[in-house]
């Protein structure tokens, strides 16, 4: 039997739930009876909803199961949460085999689901692609390590790194292709950060249910902006500034230091707020900010050169005189959206 291809096929289903599950992890589950042919598939659909496992068992007889393999990219719960445990179920149901990606990390089920399955007599095989399934869930493990909103950022540039030509000409750098490519990976994230001067300057919609706007002298139009038009909005803002009552639109004083609002406080706001993750789409400032709290960069690069050395660069950062202290990174992934590329980061740490 192919442990990965069965893997596999749970990670793409439990990607399904993207944008809909958070603040729970992916999850995505086949399962297969005792001649190994497969007889369902599940996913966590949404926060609240069945999860993997008894989305796929329920479609079945309580007969179809006995004896058969059930492959999850994440361990089954132990716990009595919004549903009772996949665990007793799949017990109930007879399979004689657990496939599993990864040991959830959530305190309350680190291992038990595993130990009640083992308890029963099933024979459990573990860390199944583990890497691909910790990579899928990478926003659940900050969230219940770290108790951090998970940040990514993106930019679309130019070959020379520019966001824009010095006159703030930006559309479009990248092709329909990476900008379709942009709504998916939006769609990952339960937030979008961006700041009062792209606002002000490219007065984007960011279609989003959450939109978070860092404003510190509150000087965009509330009621004008496209972005204020829909969703559920934070405008973080300094605290000496009185903000405005307006519904969708919740205003948070922030401590500012050297003319910054604290990128820290900010995030902390965030996570109490239950936002789990955030993308960053702003501008060079902003990006640069973010950096040191950034867990991933969607770097998409169009094959064009705006050659003007007073034209904005994607990270305004620090300044460092030896290469050896640039900030660095590892590629994830390359991927094409002709004629750009975008490539996917981690920083080293
Ligand atoms: C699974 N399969 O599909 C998911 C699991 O609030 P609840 O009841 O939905 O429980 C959420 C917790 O259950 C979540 O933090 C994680 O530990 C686990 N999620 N487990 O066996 C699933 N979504
Ligand atoms: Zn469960």
Request: net charge neutral; glycine share 6%; with cysteine.
């Amino acid at each position: 039997m192919d442990y990965n291809y069965y893997m596999r096929r749970c990670i793409e289903l439990a990607k399904q739930g993207e944008g809909n599950v958070s603040p729970n992890p992916l999850v995505g589950c086949v399962v297969l009876d005792s001649n190994e042919n497969v007889i369902s598939e599940g996913y966590h659909h949404y926060c609240g909803g069945n999860h993997a496992e008894r989305d796929a068992l329920l479609k079945l007889s309580p007969a179809a199961t006995i004896g058969g393999t059930l492959f999850v990219n994440l361990e089954p719960c132990s716990h009595f949460g919004k549903t009772p445990p996949c665990a007793d179920l799949i017990i109930d149901r007879g399979i004689k085999r657990v496939v599993i990606g990864m040991q959830d990390v959530n305190p309350i089920v680190a291992g038990n689901g595993i130990a009640k399955l083992k308890a029963s007599g099933i024979e459990v095989v573990e860390h199944v692609l583990e890497e691909e399934c910790k990579n899928l869930n990478e926003v659940f493990i900050k969230n219940m390590t770290q108790h951090k909103t998970f940040v990514a950022i993106k930019t679309a540039t130019t070959l020379d790194g520019k966001t824009a030509t010095s006159t703030g000409s930006s559309k479009w750098i990248t092709s329909n292709a990476a900008r379709e490519e942009v709504q998916t990976i939006r769609h990952r994230y339960d937030a979008i950060l961006t700041s009062s001067s792209t606002v002000l300057g490219d007065n984007p919609t960011m279609a989003h249910k959450r939109k978070i706007i860092l404003d510190r002298e509150l000087k965009t139009d509330f009621l004008k902006s496209k972005i204020y038009q829909n969703g559920e909005i934070f405008v973080f803002h300094a605290p000496n500034i009185q903000a405005p009552e307006i519904k969708n639109i919740k205003f948070v004083p922030t401590p500012v230091t050297a003319n910054k609002l604290d990128i820290e406080f900010i995030l902390n706001k965030t996570y109490e707020f239950g936002i789990m993750s955030i993308l960053v789409e702003a501008g060079g400032k902003l990006n640069g900010a973010f950096l040191d709290f950034t867990d991933k960069i969607y770097q998409f690069i169009a094959p064009k050169i705006v050659g003007d050395n007073t034209a904005l660069s994607c990270f305004d950062y620090r300044k460092v005189n030896n290469i050896s202290d640039s900030k660095s990174f590892s590629i994830k992934e390359v991927k094409n959206f002709p004629p750009d590329i975008l490539l996917t980061l981690i920083p080293n740490t």
